[in-house]
Every structure is written in C-alpha cells, then in structure tokens.
C-alpha cells in the first residue's frame, strides 16, 4: 500500500516509492570466485561479512534476488546468513526464467480452490464473536488493560476486511451479488469503500512489485526524495516510525478521488462511497450520543488505528525485503514476482486466526482465487513443489528494523538506499530507530 507524499502538508510517496537498503549486496566474479560484499549494512548487531561463492563467471551481479543461479553450496550458506541477517528463516534461490505462473499454478491440487460456504460463514462468525468481545473488553477493561483490548479488537476488526477481501477476489461465495454484498458491509466498520478497494487492489496483483505500476507499496523515488526539504522530512517520518500506520494514507490517497478510476468503474465506486458516507453520518453520531467523543476514540478510533497497524505490516512484511527488487515493465517477469518476490511470514496464532491467515501469502499471490481458509494447504503444496524459491520468515523485530530502516529509496544496482546514506543530517527518525528497535530474530 503504496502512500505518496505530495499535493498537501503531509503527502506520501507511495507509487513513486522504491525499496532502498543500507546493505548493498554485490556479486563479483572472478575467474573462479564469486564474493557477496556487504556494504555498510544498517541492521544493528550485523557485522559486514563476506561469502565467498565458486563461480563460472566473469560478471558483476547486483543483489541477491536477481535471477542468476549460484549452485554451489557456498551460495546457499551465504543465503543462509543473509536470511538471519535480515531476519528471514530462508531467502530463496532465484526463480529461473523459463518457470511460468501457469507452471505454478498446475502445480496446485484442485481442491484448494473450492469454495466452501460453511467455512466462509465460519469466518464471518469468528470475526463477528471476536469483534464483540473485544468490544465487551473495552467497556470493561481498566485504564491500563485499554490498550490490550484495543490490540485485540484492531486485530479482530481486520479480519472483517479479510472477508472483504476475499469477497473482491471472487473466493467467498459462488453468488456474486452476496459477495458484493458481504464485502461491502464487511469494509463499513473500517470506512473503507469497497469497489474503489477493489480496482485498484486487482493492479497490485497484476503487477506486483512492478515501478509504476503496482498500487501497494513503492520505494521512494530520489527525484521525490530532492524535492523538497519539508517533502524529505515527511518522507523519511512516513517511511520511518510512522510506517506502520501509512496505509491511511494509501486510503484517503487512492479510494476517494473519482478521477482516479476508468469511467466503467465510476459508478461502482459512487455506490461504494455512498455507503461508507451514510455509516459515517449515522454510525458516528450515534456512537457519539451514547458514549460521547471519548467514546468515539475508546471504541472506534482506536481499534481502527489497530487496523491499519496490520493491514500495513501484512503489506510491508509481503513485499519488501533489501533482497527484492521492484522492477521495470520490461523486466518484470510475473512468476518471478509472485513466488520469489512475495515473503510468506508467520504470526503468533492468535493473530492469523482472527486475521483468516492472510499472512499466508505467497498462495494468494500465485492465484487470488484460492480461499482464505485453503491457503494453508496451497502452501504446503508450494512448499513440496517450490521450496527452494521461497521466501520466508517468522516476524521478529529484526525484519521490521530491516524494512523500516533499510528499505526507502529506489536504487536498480541495490534495490534500496537506505534514508541516512543520502541525507544524514535529515535521518534523525532512522538514527532514533535503530537505536531503540530490538535486534531480536
């Protein structure tokens, strides 16, 4: 979820955003030697290393996802400890040229694509329970258990556009018009317009991790980067400690402005706002009337805010990585995007069940179709057919200071450059990071 930083006092760069990193990766080959240089990597705790890697060529390689085989068992120790580095369980091999998605698909059984309506309601139910009792935790929670039951309640309101999101990809029900339905309603709580989601959620599947034209997250441009200093400041805050909360800004940016959508879909869209507006107009008032503001902000704002912390980690953590490239149209490669370039990443369970265990990712990158309560086992069959291209992790705190304080600007050679490598004296919020953020892996 791409957020762009321009057109107002605070803009977010998201679809002119490109990854940047602190650790540059180069290949150098030598007749027989091929050597991973780590160059000023800003993970605090990770000392520069080398990997020294057998190979047959004479080329200069840029970063590790780009697709050229390193066979050796060299090169899958040094994947090894840049995966740990990075906080990742495993950094895959680069998926060859010729590997197709039709390819990844055929590789899928069948049944993960069946729509099943007990467990789709099944969901809805454990998302409806779990948002009511999260509710029920905030009227009786003390002051200082607040902030637990607004955690629990924000996770379990995402499962609410989990639903939504499977309703938009057509993987709910076999009843299109109920899926319409569902979705819609499903999104009211988060006032968030479906159909608008919708469009521009189907590009970023169709171009993920592509410059210019995916419509989630982008690195930083540096031509945007230079605009401006008060433009630089509020990019490396937005990209920095507010990271976690950008999609806010992806939402007020991309779902509301009419211009943005072809004229076959305007009307959608209306349709869409219009029922987002009306919640708005009669939800709030009336949670206002009984509870007054402060109960706005205890029993809406809060577990909202809860929301947007998930709904932009599951996207950051997705698909972006120092290793993984944003790439060109012309060189984009679909297959490489979805199976190598998408990061499958474990959650304490408590939080993939209420979030329908969207963290499973990289299924629902290769096709949308498959439920959200089948992914688990379209990943077991990934991992049996694919596994050595896989990108994986468990979250910990040293993928999200690796993300946070590495990934920013786009660079072709490196992927990213990190904020502080360009502009020192503006990175104070990057320094303030990696100085307080744990290390943990």
Same mark, same amino acid.
């Given at each position: ?18 990854? +940047? =990193?602190?650790?540059?990766? @180069?290949? /150098?080959?030598?007749?027989?030697? $091929?050597?991973? *240089?780590?160059? !000023? ?111 629990? +309640? =924000?996770?379990?309101?995402? @499962?609410? /556009?989990?639903?939504?999101?499977? $309703?938009?990809? *057509?993987?709910? !029900? ?117 509870? @007054? ?149």
């Amino acid at each position: 979820m791409a957020c762009r930083l321009a057109d107002s006092m605070f803009l977010f760069m998201g679809p002119h955003q490109r990854p +940047t =990193g602190s650790q540059k990766i @180069g290949c /150098f080959s030598s007749p027989g030697l $091929c050597q991973l *240089k780590w160059e !000023s990597f800003l993970v605090k705790g990770v000392k520069h290393k080398r990997c020294s890697i057998p190979s047959r060529g004479t080329r200069f390689i840029q970063a590790v996802a780009v697709p050229v085989a390193l066979p050796s068992e060299d090169s899958a120790d040094c994947r090894k400890q840049i995966a740990e580095s990075y906080g990742f369980k495993q950094i895959g091999e680069p998926l060859p040229e010729n590997v197709t998605m039709k390819d990844v698909i055929d590789s899928l059984p069948k049944k993960v694509f069946e729509i099943d309506d007990v467990k789709a309601w099944k969901s809805v139910l454990i998302s409806v329970s779990s948002y009511a009792l999260g509710l029920l935790m905030i009227s009786k929670a003390p002051w200082y258990l607040l902030p637990l039951a607004w955690a629990w +309640t =924000g996770t379990a309101v995402t @499962g609410f /556009f989990v639903i939504g999101h499977d $309703c938009a990809h *057509k993987s709910f !029900s076999k009843n299109k018009l109920l899926e319409d339905i569902v979705g819609t309603l499903a999104f009211l709580p988060l006032i968030y317009p479906y159909e608008p989601w919708r469009f521009k959620h189907d590009k970023h599947h169709a171009k993920t991790n592509m410059l210019h034209g995916d419509t989630a997250w982008h690195p930083v441009w540096k031509e945007e980067f230079d605009t401006s200093p008060f433009l630089r400041k509020a990019i490396i805050y937005g990209y920095g400690p507010f990271r976690p909360w950008m999609s806010i800004a992806h939402w007020l940016i991309w779902h509301f402005d009419l211009s943005k959508f072809r004229p076959n879909e305007v009307k959608r869209v209306k349709i869409s706002l219009a029922c987002v507006f009306a919640f708005m107009a009669i939800g709030w008032p009336l949670i206002i009337l009984k509870t @007054g503001i402060a109960g706005w902000i205890k029993y809406w704002l809060m577990p909202w805010l809860g929301y947007h912390f998930w709904m932009s980690t599951f996207t950051m953590v997705h698909h972006t990585a120092p290793h993984i490239p944003f790439k060109s149209p012309n060189e984009w490669n679909a297959a490489q995007a979805q199976l190598n370039g998408t990061v499958h990443c474990d959650y304490p369970k408590w939080i993939e069940i209420l979030c329908h265990d969207i963290n499973v990712h990289i299924p629902h990158h290769i096709s949308p179709r498959i439920p959200s309560y089948n992914l688990r086992a379209a990943h077991k069959s990934i991992q049996q057919n694919w596994q050595k291209y896989l990108n994986e992790a468990s979250w910990n705190w040293r993928l999200m200071k690796t993300i946070m304080t590495v990934c920013h600007i786009y660079d072709k050679e490196q992927n990213y450059v990190a904020f502080d490598q360009l502009a020192p004296e503006d990175s104070q919020p990057i320094t303030f990071l990696k100085s307080v953020m744990p290390d943990h892996a």
